[in-house]
């Protein structure tokens, strides 16, 4: 079963290369390979699988399509499944950003909502430029790679968007200004807004600011509710409109139905995927009115809601709700983080566990390198890859991120049980033992 994959598909394919099985079937948190091994997903489609894997209402939700001739195709001309798609939408969010939205179905990945972003800010600003932050993930076209705060995947792409200017992210365990904790997050923002009002700053007003609210490829590490309060702030101030790019923590996953709400603030323009399509492909970015200025048909695609990921979306949405999965993702989050945090007492090779909700990273470090003046010893990629195997030989599949691909990233659905968290991390734990033997 490996064959093709092996000798025919893309040298750029890359889940596969340390996820080496043929997945079979699917269901809840567990996959099962095609030699019947089973296990437990904690990578759940990138983030997509809120309700984990063929989840009966989603079950349920695409037969009644497939089943009742309903349209699966209608560009973007609307049905009743898509009115109530959107009835569902605007009612989970805030009430004060629902009454000015507008919404936009884009094509069905994260990375068609992002550029339909860039592009609805750069027609009402009439501004070209970009801001976006170091280790920031937003997908891989053009215009979402020039915003890629990874170097190595856009180097070798000529002429990537370009007119991006990359700000300091408040990565408390490894700041950019050398100092740790709140200390680090004040000096960032201050930073930030002294680049952006000091006419020697340097940075020409752009169209927008592009932000993760927790970085999720970058290794999942959460911005401090207070300095997303000063880019709010400062943004506001400065009429740059804000793009929240919730493609990975959006619908319940860190404990809110969105990321913003930690912060109790909203955004210019939000930016959904992965999990409103309930498993299938579905997009949308959703802002604020005053930036309509688009012409009709200035952005146009021919994927654009696709109806079968519309009702499956529907059916996720009001599960969601109907289940307060938000606040199970936070409970089942905080027994997670304990869990990893107890484990790191046994060990120096973890130098920080962090998250918000069920998206946590574990950060692994080589204890025997020098620490720097924040305290934090180097990136251990090597490390985190035998612990990723080590937990994969032993039935759990997770992925790494971060800037050096040091972080073992969790993001299992957010229906995980008290029971399945504790086996989580008991197959963690002994993971990272074998892994330092
Ligand atoms: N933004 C964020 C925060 C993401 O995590 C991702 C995907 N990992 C994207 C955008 C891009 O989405 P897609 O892969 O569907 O293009």
Redesign the pocket.
């Known amino acids: 079963y490996l064959q093709s994959q092996n000798e025919r598909e893309s040298n750029a394919r890359s889940y596969p290369r340390r996820i080496p099985i043929a997945i079979d079937k699917a269901d809840g948190i567990y996959v099962t390979d095609v030699e019947g091994n089973k296990y437990l997903d904690c990578l759940a489609g ?2 997509t699988l809120a309700l984990g894997h063929n989840h009966p209402v989603v079950i349920e939700a695409i037969e009644d399509v497939l089943h009742h001739q309903r349209p699966l195709h209608t560009l973007d001309i609307t049905t009743p499944m898509k009115e109530e798609f959107v009835n569902e939408i605007y009612d989970s969010l805030p009430e004060a950003f629902a009454k000015r939205a507008k919404i936009q179905f884009c094509g069905p ?4 909502a ?1 550029e339909a972003a860039v592009k609805l800010v750069k027609t009402a600003t009439g501004r070209s430029g970009m801001l976006s932050f170091q280790g920031g ?5 053009n215009g ?1 790679l020039g915003m890629m705060g990874n170097i190595g995947p856009k180097e070798k792409v000529a002429n990537v968007m370009s007119d991006v200017q990359f700000l300091p992210y408040p990565y408390a365990y490894r700041c950019p200004f050398g100092v740790g904790g709140k200390q680090g997050t004040a000096i960032s923002s201050n930073y930030i807004e002294r680049l952006l009002t000091n006419p020697e700053g340097g940075v020409p007003k752009p169209a927008g600011m592009v932000m ?1 609210l927790v970085q ?2 970058g290794g999942a590490v959460p911005a401090p509710t207070d300095w997303v309060k000063e880019m709010r702030r400062i943004t506001k101030e400065q009429g740059i409109p804000l793009i929240l ?1 919730e ?3 959006g619908i319940g996953r860190t404990g809110k139905m969105f990321a913003f709400e930690h912060a109790d603030i909203t955004p210019d323009v939000l ?1 959904l ?2 999990a409103i399509g309930g498993t299938l492909p579905l ?1 949308v970015v959703i802002y604020d009115e005053k930036l309509d200025t688009w012409a009709p048909g200035a952005h146009s695609g021919t994927f654009r809601g696709n109806q079968m990921a519309i009702a499956a979306g529907t059916a996720t949405l009001q599960y969601v709700k109907q289940h307060q999965l938000d606040r199970h993702a936070e409970a089942m989050g905080d027994q997670l983080m304990n869990d990893l945090k107890k484990i790191q007492t046994h060990t120096n090779t973890i130098g920080n566990v962090r998250g918000r909700g069920l998206m946590i990273g574990v950060e692994i470090v080589n204890p025997s390198l020098s620490a720097d003046s924040i305290g934090s010893h180097p990136e251990y990629p090597e490390m985190a890859k035998q612990i990723q195997k080590e937990c994969f030989d032993r039935g759990l599949i997770l992925e790494l991120g971060g800037r050096y691909g040091s972080v073992v990233r969790f993001l299992p659905p957010l229906i995980i049980t008290k029971e399945q968290v504790e086996e989580v991390s008991s197959i963690f734990h002994h993971a990272v033992e074998a892994a330092e033997n």
């Not at 993930?137 to 076209?141: A, K, P, R, V």
């Open positions: 990138a983030g990945t994260g990375s068609d992002i993930y937003h997908g891989m076209t979402a993760e999720g490829e790019d493609v990975q923590t930016v995927s992965k997009s």
